[in-house]
């Protein structure tokens, strides 16, 4: 799996975004076109608790906006861009996967995870999901 590419005024505005969002989970979209972000497209958090996830809230879910989802889909078709993937926080935990990212995981997607401890962030990684489902490493990179 190649490099994600995403400029330094991309990570700017992951983190600011972030970091705003602290305690609970932020999340986004990476707009672009072959692996380069060219744009982040900061989503509410609309996560609402179901009868099953009782000692969840946004702390430790996130969902993306469905209409900002179908916004930023429109304004990439205009473009040649597509979604290349969701950015989201784990705040006062590690940039590792959980479980629940796994499920609710688009194979096509890369998923940036940063782990945002006491207002900042402090680790960021991305990930994707290979041929088992699982996730894998994706090393992010400067674009030249």
């Not at 700017?12 to 989970?25: F, N, S, V």
């Not at 429109?74 to 993937?85: A, E, F, N, P, V």
Request: net charge negative.
């Amino acid at each position: 799996m190649s490099d994600l590419l995403l400029p330094v005024a991309c990570r700017q505005a992951i983190a600011a975004h972030l970091q705003q969002c602290y305690p609970q989970e932020g999340c986004g979209l990476l707009l672009g076109k072959d692996r380069r972000v060219e744009q982040v497209w900061p989503a509410a958090n609309v996560w609402q608790p179901s009868t099953v996830e009782e000692n969840h809230d946004r702390r430790d879910r996130y969902q993306v906006d469905p209409q900002t989802l179908l916004q930023a889909q429109r304004y990439c078709r205009d473009r040649q861009w597509q979604i290349l993937g969701i950015y989201h926080s784990h705040p006062d935990h590690p940039a590792l996967p959980s479980e629940c990212d796994r499920l609710q995981a688009w194979p096509e997607y890369v998923y940036l995870i940063a782990s945002v401890t006491q207002g900042k962030i402090k680790d960021c990684r991305c990930w994707q999901l290979n041929d088992r489902q699982q996730f894998q490493a994706i090393a992010i990179a400067e674009p030249t």
